[in-house]
Nanobody, 119 residues
């Protein structure tokens, strides 16, 4: 089993920055990639950014590209999401997720952390 714990959410003004962290524990040796998803009020959950542990390949959704940066510390089993130039539409619950090697989907999820961007 894998446990994911997010931290770093809160209330921020538009144009501000927030850094989210996600610490993984448990059976993490089989981890292939980690990602951040978000779900805003009345919206479906969407993938925001992903990173693979091998090679550090990253992916960003068009809505955050150029503003958000995903990074990881393999030694600490921790992934970060640096969010800059925040907009009110970035308001959402942000979830960390982990995908194991050999799996086609992200099977482990954190409890989520709220980010609220005020205008």
């Amino acid at each position: 089993q894998v446990q994911l714990v997010e931290s770093g959410g809160g209330l921020v003004q538009a144009g501000g920055s927030v850094r989210l962290s996600c610490a993984a524990s448990g059976r993490t040796f089989g981890s292939y990639a980690m990602a951040w998803f978000r779900q805003g009020p009345g919206k479906e959950r969407e993938a925001v950014a992903t990173i693979t542990w091998s090679g550090g390949n990253t992916y960003y959704s068009d809505s955050v590209k150029g503003r958000f940066t995903i990074s990881g510390d393999n030694a600490k089993n921790t992934v970060y999401l640096q969010m800059n130039s925040l907009k009110p539409e970035d308001t959402a619950v942000y979830y960390c997720a982990l995908r194991e090697s050999g799996s086609a989907w992200f099977g482990y999820w954190g409890q989520g952390t709220q980010v609220t961007v005020s205008s």
